[in-house]
């Protein structure tokens, strides 16, 4: 499976983002899905999650701010991320949950105060 992530950008504290991650292959509608995110100088983290059937979960950092969705038939998933901070800087990838396949280039998010 090839990840492939777009829709960064840069952006002002409050502002919103919209990003995509297109996945190849046949396995990425069995799986759940997770928006990871590493910020210089800092391990990776997940701030959501869904899984096949929809289920959501999220980062207490990014909850009330971020929603995560997808469309199987797309192999696409989403992350909304709105009232943006700051501290939402950071390269988002997406990736199955628990992580299956390569990491993708990733999407720069930069948030400006």
Do not use: H
């Not at 709105?82 to 396949?101: H, Q």
């Amino acid at each position: 499976v090839q990840l492939v992530e777009s829709g960064g950008g840069l952006v002002q504290a409050g502002g919103s983002l919209r990003l995509s991650c297109a996945a190849s292959g046949t396995f990425f509608s069995i799986n759940a899905m997770g928006w990871y995110r590493q910020a210089p100088g800092k391990q990776r983290e997940q701030v959501a999650r869904i899984t096949s059937g929809g289920s959501t979960n999220y980062a207490d950092s990014v909850k009330g701010r971020f929603t995560i969705s997808r469309d199987n038939a797309k192999n696409t998933v989403y992350l909304q991320m709105n009232s943006l901070k700051p501290e939402d800087t950071a390269v988002y990838n997406c990736n199955a949950d628990p992580i299956l396949f390569r990491w993708g280039q990733g999407a720069q998010v930069t948030v400006s105060s």
